[in-house]
């Protein structure tokens, strides 16, 4: 009887592990198409510094419109993609889009775009962002591209060429989520940089929480030191953004200062150029 009970725990057990792989592979293959039917879009967050409350810029963050299974995430969906090599049209198509939206917006409001490991390592990808900038008419400087540390780890000697020829086509680098995962102070020394962007995790509370105060002014000190401005991500309270002003970081990031939304919510900000449409 206990091995029927066995083997019917490790049954039940084989069909969900079954009913999992199944899922996945239907999203890896929805996500094959996701571009062509027109499923991804992508919202804004500004980008606002602090001591001006004026905003610089914005992110583009990537969503994906499901037919079925409606809006998914991009930390679920990005790693799969990365897995399957998707990514590379799904990136090209973020980078064109935001480019091109950018593109329309007045001078000098930025827009900073995530790249993952997979478009760093990718030959071609410089050659791209090139084409990408030329074909938007947007100048390098407004573009950033947001970097992980972890992106970096793979073939270091590769990714610092990357970046090298990046800075040479004149795009502002960014290190995204420093703090978590495989940080290591000498990136900030061995990599061009423009910016590090402080993980949203450290600023939670920040200004009740000794220990995150300790790491944030010592991110802060960091920029100062290396030349580097920093932006403080996931800023959520009134609270958080006085302590950041104290503090004298740079640029805030957050549901305080705004959500990310469909670019037609800034208009007020992004109008007064030339409107996106005359340009494409
Ligand atoms: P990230 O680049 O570090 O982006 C910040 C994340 O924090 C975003 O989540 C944003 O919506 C969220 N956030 C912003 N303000 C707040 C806040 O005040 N509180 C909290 N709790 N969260 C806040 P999202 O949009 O779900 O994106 C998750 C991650 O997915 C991004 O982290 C980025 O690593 C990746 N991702 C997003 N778009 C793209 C893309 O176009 N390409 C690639 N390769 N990765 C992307
Ligand atoms: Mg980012
Ligand atoms: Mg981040
Ligand atoms: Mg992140």
Excluded at 127 to 144: C, D, I, M, N, P
Aim: a neutral charge.
């Amino acid at each position: 009887r206990a091995k029927n009970e066995g083997r019917g725990t490790c049954r039940r057990y084989d069909a969900s592990m079954g009913a999992q792989i199944r899922d996945r592979r239907q999203l890896e293959h929805d996500l094959r198409h996701a571009v062509a039917r027109g499923e991804l879009e992508l919202v804004y967050q500004p980008q606002t510094q602090i001591e001006s409350g004026t905003i610089t810029g914005f992110e583009a963050l990537l969503r994906w419109r499901h037919p079925e299974r409606g809006s998914i995430s991009p930390a679920v969906f990005v790693p799969i993609a990365e897995e399957t090599g998707a990514i590379l049209e799904i990136g090209a198509w973020v980078l064109r889009e935001a480019c091109r939206a950018a593109a329309g917006w007045p001078n000098p409001l930025a827009i900073a775009v995530n790249v993952s490991a997979v478009q760093l390592h990718n030959p071609l990808f410089v050659q791209f962002v090139h084409g990408t900038l030329y074909e938007s008419g947007l100048k390098a400087e407004r573009l950033e591209l947001e970097i992980t540390e972890t992106a970096l780890i793979r073939d270091p000697a590769r990714a610092l060429l990357t970046l090298r020829q990046l800075k040479a086509l004149g795009v502002r680098i960014a290190m995204d989520d420093f703090g978590t995962g495989y940080s290591s102070l000498s990136n900030l020394r061995s990599f061009p940089f423009d910016r590090i962007k402080i993980d949203g995790s450290f600023i939670k509370a920040v200004h009740s929480n000794p220990q995150g105060a300790a790491i944030v002014r010592s991110v802060l000190g960091l920029g100062r030191g290396l030349g580097l401005a920093v932006v403080a991500e996931g800023v959520e309270t009134a609270e958080e953004l006085s302590f950041l002003a104290d503090e004298q970081c740079h640029i805030a990031q957050g549901y305080l200062l705004g959500r990310p939304a469909p670019i037609a919510r800034f208009a007020a900000h992004t109008h007064g150029a030339a409107p996106a449409a005359a340009v494409a």
